[in-house]
């Protein structure tokens, strides 16, 4: 099969799945979930063929696979769609292929597949667990299999679809589509438990903030096209079309940006909302009400990551019009947005108990290093990240659903009334569950990045030492500090889940998770590990020489120009040495004594500021009041009151008085006398002469008789004296 | 010869007999009686026309017989009816025959 057909087929056998599951097999839940992984399995065979063939194949930056199919007839032209791989791509493919397969697989042991249903299980609702009666009599409590288990795996077949649609897109339009398709599955599975309220707000929540970014993002898609004419990649960054973009000036000329600049802002405003980057991030936290899986996939590994791809993809755009090393203000703006949203994030996630709302916030925290990165001009720097973040993210994710999963058991076997979601809860799970807590901590260790072993070391100190080596200054110290505070965070996450003795009865009781969920963990945490191998720049002392720089060589071969590789310097590496080993020792020391039920020693140590974060900055209780309850008193005292009520209602009504009394005129006035009277003429009439001659009708004969007489007589002399008298 | 206006004048009281037989009589066979007269004296004056006016045509002669064969189909029917009736009411007074009024 041609490597460009096989890239058109990618994204079908998801959709495919979740066709057949909706349609078909829904009730049969071995059978549905075969579909999925199957489907998964097929699209993860064909992506790692076009991976492999992308990588041996010379100059796929400048020759990339493209086919493209006339889809839109414009006046004389076509609007065109098709499918392109050149190395972002097809790197980006290898880690979605990669991580969905994972996912789909960890699912089937996420929602007890093989598990008895559930006593009281309402479809909507997590599961609560099912009562058997063991062969010596004893009744035990074990974790029952989720209701709408084929549902599940028919909408994360959905999503794939979107990812594999927007990654193998040539064009924003089909990206967009993906991208979309990617929001209303992220809405449908947030939503998954949907009779839990705070699962119903927190899809609202999602679906509605990351609108606010896609409707500025198709925005910018449609400036975009109104200004060259075609949406697709090799169109867009052709030289000259970049320059006539960088040299037009915007649109009214909007804060003297050029066109390319207010393209290029519109379009991060897009990834602001599906990245979840300050100020749009409130979503992703509160999307963590969705199974974990979901989280895993949606909210670390895949859809978070579309709005960094894009990025990316975009970046020739952003940074067109910059000359001798000057960040264009798109570029600018992409790099105080990511910085701030680095530290801000990860300031959050030092007070959080939730073990999902940490990873939460660690995510945002860790896309706004890769929106930094790009902000900068660190190109290979932030898809590096990107890829390495997307597996380490994602292990993490499914070790936090195995460790929710494990503790639940044991919250069913007690009985015990504990959230299995609280780490203060847990502790000293190390010993119940071996490989969840070995897969944990390397995915915890390469998202504080541990030096040298780890995947997430090379990748965020590149972008360190890029940042330190283009003399950003601020964005260097205070991503180093956000280093820092990851480190510590994560290690506080660690040591509070695994190490010491168990807080809890049900962490007691806690217990491995099956071979399906452990599996993923396993192969992702290889390449938690091994992916950073990938990209060691070359000037690194001693090992450097030993690994080409494959990641640098592949991905930059994407831009026109390919980007220079840093020479070496000994600061970045030794502030990103000291922040994660630092960081993981303070948090160890801090965290290793926690006693059940002993507050948060953060919270002696810092005060009023660990409310603060604890509170997330209050940024729900803004938004809150500053959106959401303004919008609630427009709508109901306006809209609903003067608007509807007032406005329209009055309109409505005005024209049925109108219509009535029209009508009660014509009732009165015209069908009652007119009309009826005729009829009622008619009848009488006919009934009254009737009446009236009757008498004539004697049945006498001779009576009879005379009267005709009489007649003709009449008749007669009718005739006669009309005829005498002519 | 005599002229036509004899006949005429004969087949004019002949028909006033029977016109007042017919509406002055109360029995109903002085009725029916009274018709025969009126229907004769159309045939008086159907013979006198033809031998007066077109002696060569027999259409005169034909209608006259018409109107006899029509007269002797009337009585039959007729008192046919007026029997079956004085069976049933044992009477032949014309007035008393009102079943036909509304």
């Known amino acids: 099969m041609s490597t460009e057909l096989m890239i058109w087929l990618l994204p079908l056998p998801p959709l495919l799945a979740f066709f057949l599951i909706v349609l078909f097999t829904n009730r049969y839940k071995a059978l549905s979930h075969s579909l999925a992984v199957g489907a998964a399995l097929l699209s993860w065979l064909g992506s790692m063929v076009v991976f492999f063939r992308a990588i041996s194949t010379e100059h796929l930056g400048t020759h990339p696979f493209e086919s493209v199919l006339n889809w839109l007839p414009t006046g004389n032209n076509w609007f065109q769609i098709g499918i392109r791989i050149d190395p972002l791509s097809a790197a980006t493919l290898f880690f979605v292929a990669w991580t969905v397969l994972m996912i789909f697989i960890y699912s089937v042991g996420y929602h007890n597949y093989g598990q008895p249903a559930g ?43 979107g990812m594999y649609t927007l990654v193998v897109s040539n064009n924003l339009l089909t990206l967009f589509v993906g991208w979309e398709i990617m929001g209303l599955c992220s809405y449908l599975l947030i939503g998954f438990w949907y009779q839990k309220p705070t699962a119903r707000a927190a899809m609202i929540k999602a679906f509605i903030t990351t609108r606010v970014g896609d409707v500025f993002m198709l925005l910018g898609i449609a400036y975009l096209y109104s200004s060259i004419g075609s949406l697709s990649y090799s169109d867009i960054f052709k030289p000259e079309t970049l320059q006539t973009l960088a040299s037009t000036p915007a649109i009214g000329g909007f804060l003297g940006l050029s066109a390319a600049g207010m393209i290029g802002i ?94 939460a916030y660690s995510t945002i925290s860790q896309l706004g290093y890769m929106i930094a990165a790009l902000g900068i001009g660190a190109y290979v720097a932030a898809a590096f990240h990107l890829f390495t973040h997307a597996f380490f993210k994602a292990l993490l994710f499914l070790g936090s659903g195995s460790v929710i999963h494990g503790v639940e058991h044991g919250v069913l076997h007690t009985g015990e009334k504990v959230d299995p979601q609280d780490m203060f809860n847990m502790g000293g799970l190390r010993k119940k569950m071996p490989i969840t807590f070995w897969t944990f901590l390397i995915g915890g260790f390469a998202l504080s990045g541990f030096p040298l072993i780890t995947a997430g070391f090379w990748s965020k100190d590149e972008i360190l030492a890029d940042a330190f080596a283009n003399g950003h200054w601020v964005v260097f110290v205070t991503l180093a500090l956000a280093a820092f505070i990851t480190a510590f965070y994560t290690m506080r996450q660690i040591t509070l889940t695994f190490l010491g003795e168990p807080r809890s009865d049900s962490a007691h009781h806690a217990q491995e998770t099956p071979w399906t969920m452990t599996l993923p963990l396993v192969v992702l945490a290889i390449f938690a590990i091994s992916l950073g191998w990938a990209g060691i720049a070359e000037s690194f002392p001693v090992i450097g020489n030993l690994i080409p720089n494959f990641v640098h060589e592949f991905v930059g071969g994407t831009l026109i120009e390919m980007p220079e590789a840093l020479p070496f310097t000994v600061i970045p590496l030794l502030v990103s040495v000291v922040a994660a080993l630092g960081g993981l020792t303070l948090g160890w020391l801090v965290y290793r004594n926690q006693k059940a039920g002993a507050e948060d020693p953060l919270k002696a140590t810092l005060g009023p500021v660990h409310t603060l974060l604890k509170n997330k900055y209050y940024f729900d209780e803004i938004y809150d009041t500053v959106f959401v309850r303004p919008a609630y008193w427009l709508a109901d005292n306006f809209t609903n009151q003067i608007l509807d009520r007032g406005i329209i209602d009055g309109i409505l009504h005005f024209i049925a008085r109108v219509a009535s009394n029209v009508g009660t005129i014509f009732r009165n006035y015209f069908d009652k006398p007119v009309v009826n009277g005729f009829g009622d003429f008619v009848g009488e009439g006919v009934k009254r002469v009737g009446r009236t001659i009757k008498v004539i009708q004697t049945g006498k004969v001779q009576q009879y008789l005379l009267m005709a007489l009489v007649l003709v007589f009449g008749a007669m002399f009718y005739f006669v004296f009309s005829f005498f008298g002519h | 010869m005599i002229p036509l206006s004899w006949y005429l004048v004969f087949a004019a009281l002949l028909f006033c007999i029977g016109l007042y037989g017919v509406l002055a009589r109360k029995n109903a066979i002085g009725i029916l009686l009274g018709i025969e007269l009126m229907l004769n004296a159309v045939n008086v004056n159907l013979i006198a026309f033809w031998r007066y006016r077109s002696p060569g045509g027999i259409a005169g002669q034909a209608f006259a017989i018409i109107v006899f064969a029509v007269a002797a189909a009337e009585v039959a029917v007729g008192l046919a009816l007026i029997i079956s009736i004085y069976r049933r009411r044992s009477s032949v007074v014309a007035n008393d025959m009102n079943m036909m009024k509304w």
Do not use: C
Not at chain 1, 120 to 146: C, F, N
Not at chain 1, 273 to 287: E, F, I, N
């Open chain 1, 119 to 161: 006593d009281h299980d309402k479809k909507g609702l997590q599961p609560h667990g099912a009562t058997i009666t063991d062969e010596h009599g004893h009744r035990h409590v074990v974790p029952s299999i989720e209701p709408m288990y084929s549902r599940f795996f028919a909408f994360i077949g959905l999503f794939a679809f």
């Open chain 1, 266 to 359: 519109l379009l991060f405003i897009g990834t602001i909302g599906k990245s979840a980057q300050w100020p749009l991030h409130v979503w992703l936290p509160d999307a963590m009400e969705g199974p974990t899986p979901v989280s895993a996939m949606i909210h670390a590994a895949t859809m978070v990551s579309a709005g960094v791809y894009m990025v990316i993809r975009m970046f020739p755009l952003l940074q067109a019009g910059s000359e001798g090393g000057h960040l264009t203000p798109a570029m600018s703006l992409l790099a105080v947005i990511g910085t701030f949203t680095a530290i801000f994030a990860a300031t959050i996630a030092l007070a959080q108990n939730d073990i999902k709302r940490v990873l």
